[in-house]
């Protein structure tokens, strides 16, 4: 149990075109998701906290006007890389937390990641 | 703000080494992540702690809440265990603190 999916899994794109990154917990409903980039040959930093049905936290340093998160249901979060450019050129994480109850409660389990490429 | 320490950087050992990968942290937290991260990019996630030790198969992880440390070890090391170990620690409603990850080559 406890499974989060990413969609797409690599992507490349032209400069300038926006790009929507899905993630998704499988059985569990993640009452919080959070986002994180890789840049090469980093560590993962987080990008924001995501609460369904709330606006996301963005941490310092991040531009929320263009990296839109949307948390419409407690199984799904959407980033939106808006008008990329070649410097968004990144790896994608999101993870997800369990509630309060049940066997993993207030654990976070990870997606598998998300390439992304603009030309 | 928490620091997370990885040692060492970069990991070279022959197949069928025991290998260990430490994580430090500077504050406490409420659990800690290892996740792994083959070349290609997509992350597993290997273990969640909050105290002790937990095994799977031939990891095993460890944490020392007092001192803030944990360590991974793989016994009977495979080339295919060749990957980027990454220690990540908080959780509860905070997102994560990542080390720059171990990158270990086992060579068969």
């Known amino acids: 149990g406890a499974v989060v999916s990413q969609h797409p899994s690599r992507v490349i794109c032209k400069s300038g075109t926006s790009v929507k990154i899905e993630c998704r917990s499988l059985d569990f409903q993640a009452t919080t998701m959070f986002w994180y980039r890789q840049f090469p040959k980093k560590s993962l930093m987080l990008m924001a906290t995501s609460n369904e049905g709330s606006k996301a936290t963005y941490e310092q340093g991040v531009e929320k006007d263009k990296f839109l998160i949307n948390h419409a249901s407690l199984t799904l979060s959407t980033l939106t890389v808006t008008s990329a450019h070649p410097e968004d050129s990144s790896f994608y994480i999101c993870?997800?937390?369990?509630?309060?109850?049940?066997?993993?409660?207030?654990?976070?389990?990870f997606g598998p990641g998300t390439r992304l490429t603009v030309l | 703000k928490n620091e997370v320490e990885q040692s060492p950087q970069n990991l070279t050992a022959q197949e069928g080494e025991f290998i260990t990968i430490n994580c430090s942290y500077s504050?406490?937290?409420?659990?800690l992540h290892w996740l792994q991260q083959h070349p290609g990019g997509g992350i597993v996630s290997l273990f969640m702690l909050s105290s002790g030790k937990k095994k799977h198969g031939r990891l095993i992880a460890t944490i020392n809440i007092q001192e803030k440390h944990s360590s991974l070890h793989i016994t009977a090391s495979h080339p295919r265990d060749s990957a980027v170990y990454i220690c990540?620690?908080?959780?509860?409603?905070?997102?994560?603190?990542f080390g720059k990850g171990t990158h270990l080559i086992i060579q068969p």
């Open positions: 993870s997800a937390r369990v509630g309060l109850a049940g066997v993993y409660k207030n654990e976070q389990f």
């Open positions: 990540g620690t908080g959780g509860g409603a905070d997102g994560l603190t």
């Open positions: 504050v406490g937290i409420s659990a």
